[in-house]
């Protein structure tokens, strides 16, 4: 548990699924997941994740703090007053340094594989230890952070519904209802004043969010890491996350995107309009997927 001011510490809560026992092909593979805005752990339970278990898959996660369903107050008492931004800045750097001890719990033969919760009823851990790769939603700050700066984490990484910068929240479907517009709305009733506003938040949230380090996840990256494999999931159409901002996000990371990206009705669907991003079946360092739930 890392201290705070040499005397305190910090609990973070974590929700981990897995398989039951040790299937046919061996220990299940770790992930870390990033839960979505103003969600929580407990997202990996559900069909966000624990679909994965049975493809023989074990995903971890914790409260992604200042931007998790706990601190829905405190975003809107932010939202009433911006300059008090970094507030939710400051806890969202505490939630990458949880998410990293999370991942070393994982990777680590002195961490989770030392518990029987992790064992089966002959003592057998239940996952490949020092094999965790990182699964994040809508936060994919959770991943670009985990990813890059941890020499510990896995060397692949995947981002579903990757998004960045104060987008992914005022573009969202949560913004745009009247509950949290409104807060805001209400201190700053000039649309002019709100662009000026959120636009000056932005320089702390980079601190927060994919867009302060994606420039070194595949390349140029930090001492101590190594350049790493991604691989990005773009939903068509989402209402939650624009889908501009992950086409800058694989743009950034130097991405290609698969294609054909997916079929309706039989037909191919043409991705060829994003600019910077090219269409290749077998890229090597990373790559951008688009799906769709539509039929």
Known sequence: MPKLNGKLTWPANFVCVMPATIQAGGPALPAVYGHGLLGDASEVQTSSFSDKVSENMMGCATDWLGLDSNDLSEVIGVLGNLS???????????GFVNFQFLGRLINSPD??????????????????????RTWATARAASWAWRCRRSPTSGRRCSSVKAGWTTGAFFCSARW????????LSKSYPNLDDQQIGLQLIELLWDRGEADGYAQHL???????????????????????VPNVGTEMLARTVGAAEYA??????????????????????????????LWTSAR
């Open 84 to 94: 008090q931004f970094q507030e939710l800045a400051d806890q969202m750097l505490q």
């Open 111 to 132: 961490g989770f594989a030392t518990s029987s919760a992790f064992k089966d009823g002959s003592g057998h851990v239940l996952f490949q230890v020092g094999s965790a």
């Open 176 to 183: 745009t209802g009247p509950s949290t517009r409104f807060f």
């Open 260 to 289: 054909p990206a997916f079929s309706r009705a039989g037909v191919s669907f043409n991705t060829s309009y994003k600019l910077g991003i090219l269409n290749q079946t077998r890229p090597v360092r990373a790559a951008l997927e």
């Open 218 to 240: 595949t390349s140029d990256p930090y001492p101590g890491t190594k350049p790493k494999q991604v691989l990005l999931i773009e939903n068509y159409g989402d209402h939650q």
